[in-house]
């Protein structure tokens, strides 16, 4: 913890650094209701927090589509301005949308700060967070391919030096340069993921006749948690978006039966299509999986939409079909927020059996509610997932199944 020049006390993360300040924008489209639209500031606010800002304001445009030239209106872009002005602590503006290199030369321009977008955040914290060398390749192809098509935008300060002599030639023989050169880079990017998806490959195919298992779910979901349960290994899992980045296999037996187990990258709401592509080999590992464990915080106001953000996700990776079963995670976090001292024990036990039916009903899928960090009712889940196993194994590899 640090001090402001006058004395006030400055907040900072986990790291020790200070933390930046900022504002939040989120765009009411029509059809939205203004609980839509917090519950995406909500989330942005995680994301900003990650990253290393803390929200101090929000604010909300009620808008049918984005202005071409600010995103939002010009009176709401006053607005903001007005409020920095008058709290010049705030470091950055971060909006819940992507924005266009021109708009966010435009906003920058008129509020004098710096501005981010939504994909632009999560490729930071993702950046931040990449640890292996994969990881790390992955990331900056996402930063690139994002960067390619805005450069144009980055260049508007040329624009007013029109008519300079020396000037103008020079600038579009850079930005061409600076295209060149990142094209160059995203070439040179794209073999090396390459090499390592083909290496990847080798590894899953040396992995041998094992039914695999895929843990998959929002960002924060606890994947990682329930995983060093599951296998007793020392995954990192962290109460933080997007706390792991790489992929992790570990080799579990139950009874004599084998399998590997996976933890992958969490999703979230509008992933940037760049991550999804340069994630490509670790989304593999999904598509290579035999059955699919849904990891789900319950606990979370609207665990509802983030199962639909997962589910069209896995749509997209055309796993959709694959066997699936779904872990209502963090019930202990659900008692404490919805549950008060009071409520007798059948009351609450027939809440929970109602929300375990709703969730079936809804996907027509096995579903257990769980508690990863207090190991409450993993011994069911272990029983669940067991017998999809040795189902899996019987169809697939029947001999094996006899050596048990």
Same mark, same amino acid.
């Given at each position: 913890?640090?001090?402001?020049?006058d004395?006030k006390?400055?907040?900072?993360?986990?790291?020790?650094?200070?933390?930046?300040?900022?504002?939040?924008?989120?765009?009411q489209?029509?059809?939205?209701?203004?609980?839509?639209?917090?519950?995406h $500031? %909500?989330?942005?606010?995680?994301?900003a927090? @990650? #990253?290393? =800002?803390? *929200?101090v304001?929000?604010?909300? +445009?009620?808008?049918?589509?984005?202005?071409?030239r600010?995103y939002?209106?010009k009176?709401?872009?006053?607005?903001?301005?007005?409020?920095?002005?008058?709290?010049p602590?705030?470091?950055?503006?971060?909006?819940?949308?992507?924005l266009?290199?021109?708009?966010?030369?435009?906003?920058?321009?008129?509020?004098?700060?710096?501005?981010?977008?939504?994909t632009t955040?999560i $490729? %930071?914290?993702?950046?931040?967070?990449?640890k @292996? #060398?994969? =990881?790390? *390749?992955?990331v900056?192809?996402a +930063?690139l391919?994002?960067?390619?098509p805005r450069?144009?935008?980055?260049?508007?300060?040329?624009?007013?030096?029109?008519g300079?002599i020396?000037?103008?030639?020079?600038?579009e023989?850079?930005?061409?340069?600076?295209r060149?050169?990142i094209?160059?880079?995203?070439?040179?990017?794209?073999?090396?993921?390459?090499?390592l998806?083909?290496?990847?490959?080798?590894?899953?195919k040396?992995?041998?006749?094992?039914?695999?298992?895929?843990?998959?779910g929002y960002?924060?979901?606890?994947?990682?948690?329930l995983?060093?349960?599951?296998?007793?290994?020392?995954?990192?899992?962290?109460?933080?978006?997007?706390?792991?980045l790489d992929?992790?296999?570990?080799?579990?037996?139950?009874?004599?039966?084998?399998?590997?187990?996976?933890d992958?990258?969490g999703f979230?709401?509008?992933?940037?299509?760049h991550?999804?592509?340069?994630f490509?080999?670790?989304?593999?590992?999904?598509r290579?999986?035999d059955?699919?464990?849904?990891?789900?915080?319950?606990?979370?106001r609207?665990?509802?939409?983030?199962?639909?953000?997962?589910?069209?996700t896995?749509?997209?990776?055309d796993v959709?079909?694959?066997?699936t079963?779904?872990?209502?995670?963090?019930?202990?976090r659900?008692e404490?927020?919805?549950?008060?001292?009071?409520?007798?024990?059948?009351?609450?036990?027939?809440?929970?059996?109602?929300?375990?039916?709703?969730?079936?009903?809804?996907?027509?899928?096995?579903?257990?509610?769980?508690s990863?960090v207090?190991?409450?009712?993993?011994?069911?889940?272990?029983?669940?997932?067991?017998?999809?196993?040795?189902?899996?194994?019987?169809?697939?590899?029947p001999y094996?199944?006899?050596h048990?």
């Amino acid at each position: 913890m640090t001090f402001d020049w006058d004395g006030k006390v400055k907040k900072t993360n986990r790291e020790g650094r200070d933390l930046e300040r900022a504002v939040l924008v989120g765009l009411q489209k029509f059809g939205m209701t203004e609980v839509d639209v917090n519950e995406h $500031l %909500d989330e942005l606010e995680l994301l900003a927090d @990650t #990253a290393g =800002a803390v *929200a101090v304001r929000r604010f909300i +445009q009620k808008i049918h589509s984005p202005d071409s030239r600010y995103y939002i209106r010009k009176g709401k872009v006053e607005e903001i301005r007005q409020y920095i002005e008058a709290h010049p602590e705030i470091d950055l503006v971060i909006f819940d949308e992507d924005l266009t290199a021109k708009q966010a030369s435009n906003l920058e321009e008129y509020l004098q700060r710096k501005i981010v977008d939504r994909t632009t955040l999560i $490729l %930071d914290i993702f950046a931040r967070r990449a640890k @292996t #060398a994969q =990881a790390k *390749a992955q990331v900056e192809l996402a +930063q690139l391919q994002y960067l390619l098509p805005r450069l144009r935008g980055m260049w508007t300060h040329l624009e007013r030096q029109r008519g300079g002599i020396g000037l103008r030639g020079p600038g579009e023989k850079e930005i061409e340069t600076d295209r060149r050169l990142i094209r160059q880079r995203i070439a040179k990017l794209k073999e090396r993921l390459a090499r390592l998806d083909k290496q990847a490959q080798t590894r899953r195919k040396s992995r041998g006749e094992f039914v695999k298992v895929a843990l998959v779910g929002y960002t924060n979901a606890g994947k990682s948690t329930l995983m060093n349960v599951l296998s007793k290994s020392q995954v990192l899992q962290e109460d933080r978006l997007f706390a792991t980045l790489d992929t992790t296999v570990r080799k579990v037996v139950w009874d004599a039966m084998p399998f590997l187990l996976t933890d992958t990258v969490g999703f979230i709401r509008k992933l940037p299509p760049h991550l999804v592509e340069s994630f490509k080999s670790t989304l593999d590992e999904i598509r290579d999986a035999d059955i699919l464990l849904h990891v789900v915080d319950v606990s979370h106001r609207h665990f509802e939409h983030q199962m639909e953000s997962v589910t069209k996700t896995l749509a997209e990776l055309d796993v959709i079909h694959k066997p699936t079963i779904i872990a209502l995670n963090k019930v202990d976090r659900y008692e404490e927020r919805y549950f008060d001292d009071y409520l007798e024990d059948d009351i609450r036990q027939s809440i929970l059996d109602e929300l375990v039916e709703n969730v079936r009903s809804k996907y027509r899928q096995p579903v257990v509610l769980i508690s990863a960090v207090q190991k409450r009712n993993i011994d069911h889940l272990r029983k669940t997932l067991a017998a999809y196993i040795r189902e899996m194994y019987l169809r697939k590899y029947p001999y094996k199944v006899q050596h048990w």
